[in-house]
């Protein structure tokens, strides 16, 4: 997660807290595509996705443009920077030796193959969806809504890009941070279509808490989703990373 405001007094906006969260520690959450059944449903909960993650001993993983392609097109390191395991969305559809998969890389959209062999696939019940127009965050695990909300979204000057996402990162915000940040952030892999760079990373996209519950329903970011901290709270040890994140223009 790269992205954010250098200030803690500025409008919230990308993070940019990966650096310092890094030596956080790692979150006490349901594993990856094991998450508590909806409370009550009507249907049978099916996945809605599957996750690959990657194995341990796989420090880095090759991403080719297709499975016959002579060399990689780029490596993606295990675990992230802020060392928390690398996960990839299966891009519908599951390959004996290969996976399609969605990545968490500019430009925003982009796809590319692994072997099946370096992952583990974890069957994902959740989905997360933002509509920027009403300004709401709405969260399902199997068909039951498990949180909904008013969020602060991009502001005209630096949007938050619509599209079809993942989260890759849960991470703790250190308390000097938190009156700006919030206590916990999700990383995705949405980049800023307006910051290529941003502070000490690459203007990628976070849904984080606030300490300013007056921007909540507001265009007011560069490009974050911020929500109230007790539903950022309520998420972070709930939602697994690789859920699809989809954001509705």
């Excluded at 802020?82 to 996960?87: E, I």
């Excluded at 808490?209 to 507001?218: M, N």
Aim: hydrophobic share 40%; charged share 15%.
């Amino acid at each position: 997660m790269r992205a954010g405001t250098p200030r803690p007094a500025a409008v919230l906006v990308i993070l940019l807290i990966a650096v310092t969260l890094a030596a956080c520690g790692k979150l006490e959450r349901p594993s990856v595509g094991a998450p508590a059944p909806p409370p009550t449903t009507t249907t049978t909960a099916v996945p809605f996705r599957v996750v690959a993650e990657v194995h341990p001993d796989v420090k880095s993983i090759a991403v080719y443009d297709a499975p016959d392609a002579s060399a990689p097109k780029l490596q993606l390191s295990n675990p992230t920077a802020d060392d928390v395991v690398r996960v990839l969305l299966v891009d519908h559809g599951q390959g004996t030796d290969w996976l399609k998969v969605d990545l968490p890389v500019r430009p925003n959209g982009s796809t590319g193959f692994i072997k099946s062999s370096d992952v583990d696939l974890k069957e994902d019940y959740w989905r997360i969806s933002v509509e920027l127009g009403a300004r709401r965050i709405t969260v399902w695990n199997g068909d039951h809504v498990v949180h909904t909300e008013p969020v602060g979204v991009g502001a005209a000057a630096s949007p938050t890009p619509p599209g079809e996402y993942f989260i890759t990162e849960a991470l703790t915000v250190p308390s000097f941070q938190r009156s700006a940040y919030g206590p916990y952030a999700f990383g995705t892999s949405a980049h800023s279509d307006v910051y290529t760079t941003f502070g000490a990373g690459d203007g990628t996209v976070g849904i984080h808490g606030t300490g300013d519950p007056s921007s909540l329903g507001k265009d007011v970011s560069h490009g974050c989703i911020r929500l109230s901290n007790d539903g950022i709270t309520s998420l972070i040890h709930q939602v697994p990373l690789g859920t699809p994140v989809e954001i509705l223009a």
